[in-house]
């Protein structure tokens, strides 16, 4: 549920045909979220089990296996950007996001040229392109945003993507602003509970308090946006469903609590958070605090370097397979 009060926005990290249709209308109509993200994995699960699909599938049978991918996933997102559009019209977000080909992560140009396109042919305003968080992502965010492309960076784990978003971002703004005539927004999209899945066995090993880091270090982050102080770039808090029973399947958005945030989350997720709303503010946590905890993470054993380059590469690595995968599934 969102809260405008607080300037905290809820978004579903979830797209299917059907839903589209039906509970994701609700569930707009009744202000529980204000926007949506999608990323390859979601579109090849909902592509690959949900008969929604079949008839816009047999009119793209001689079609290349990504041709017939973009068609439906672009299908898909202007009807979520259709029905958001009062939301972004008020200026309360209204936002869907696509991402780029996965396989583009390293190529700055195709990067470009795909956002360009994806944005251009489904043809709606409120649509954000989404964009890995890699040297060859950050000069591709700088370019789309500097012609008016709202921009979602993505597979954040470390400060240091943090920051180079947020330089690249601020570059394309600046320039835009120069020229542009509406308000381009940003969204960096920080992983959370990826690092608690990575850690937390090692940390109870150790005698740590497990579900922590993932927490922490999105925090840390949030103070980073926060503190370069433009209000068209927000910290948007991903990966937050919740894997076995260790903690309450809203753990991840109710610790994440922020002013000038996003959380963007899976259906269940979203749904055990309804059961029992709290939006007590739970960010900023002071940087002292954040730097105490870290210390002590150190001096259990783990390097937060090796942790970051890890992870990031495992999120390239899942994202490049479920696309494969899709593709072959398609062929």
């Known amino acids: 549920m969102i809260n405008e009060k607080l300037g905290f926005s809820l978004w579903l990290d979830f797209i299917e045909r059907d839903?589209?249709?039906?509970?994701?209308k609700r569930m707009i109509g009744e202000k529980i979220i204000n926007g949506a993200t999608s990323n390859p994995a979601i579109f090849a699960s909902s592509i690959e089990t949900s008969p929604a699909y079949t008839a816009q599938l047999?009119?793209?049978?001689?079609?290349?296996a990504k041709a017939k991918y973009e068609a439906m996933a672009k299908e898909d997102?202007?009807?979520?950007?259709?029905?958001?559009?009062?939301?972004?019209?008020?200026g309360n977000d209204?936002?869907?996001?696509?991402?780029?080909?996965p396989f583009l992560c390293d190529d700055t140009e195709g990067t470009i040229e795909e956002g360009r396109r994806l944005y251009r042919e489904i043809g709606m305003e409120n649509v954000m392109i989404k964009v890995p968080a890699t040297e060859a992502g950050y000069k591709a965010m700088t370019t789309l945003m500097s012609e008016g492309i709202d921009v979602n960076a993505t597979l954040i784990f470390s400060p240091l993507q943090a920051l180079k978003c947020l330089?690249?971002?601020?570059?394309?703004?600046?320039?835009?602003?120069?020229?542009?005539?509406?308000e381009v927004k940003g969204v960096l999209s920080v992983f959370?509970?990826?690092?608690?899945?990575?850690?937390?066995?090692?940390?109870?090993?150790?005698?740590?308090e497990p579900g922590r880091v993932g927490i922490m270090n999105a925090?840390?982050?949030?103070?980073?946006?926060?503190?370069?102080?433009d209000k068209a770039i927000r910290t948007l808090f991903a990966s937050t469903g919740v894997k076995g029973d260790a903690f309450s399947a809203d753990y991840y958005i109710k610790e994440l609590m922020a002013p000038h945030s996003v959380n963007t989350a899976p259906l269940a997720t979203i749904e055990a958070f309804l059961e029992n709303p709290d939006h007590t503010p739970k960010l900023p946590f002071s940087e002292k605090e954040i730097d105490t905890f870290f210390g002590r993470i150190e001096s259990a054993g783990i390097e937060m370097a090796e942790v970051y380059e890890t992870l990031l590469e495992d999120g390239l690595k899942a994202f490049k397979e479920a696309f494969a995968t899709l593709l072959a599934h398609l062929e």
């Open 58 to 64: 047999d009119k793209l049978q001689n079609h290349s």
């Open 94 to 101: 209204g936002f869907v996001s696509i991402e780029v080909d």
């Open 19 to 24: 839903h589209l249709q039906r509970e994701f």
């Open 167 to 182: 330089q690249a971002m601020e570059e394309g703004l600046k320039i835009y602003r120069a020229s542009g005539n509406k």
């Open 192 to 208: 959370v509970s990826r690092f608690d899945r990575m850690l937390d066995a090692k940390l109870l090993e150790r005698g740590l």
């Open 77 to 90: 997102i202007r009807t979520a950007a259709e029905t958001l559009k009062p939301l972004y019209e008020a």
């Open 219 to 229: 925090a840390r982050i949030y103070n980073l946006v926060e503190g370069h102080g």
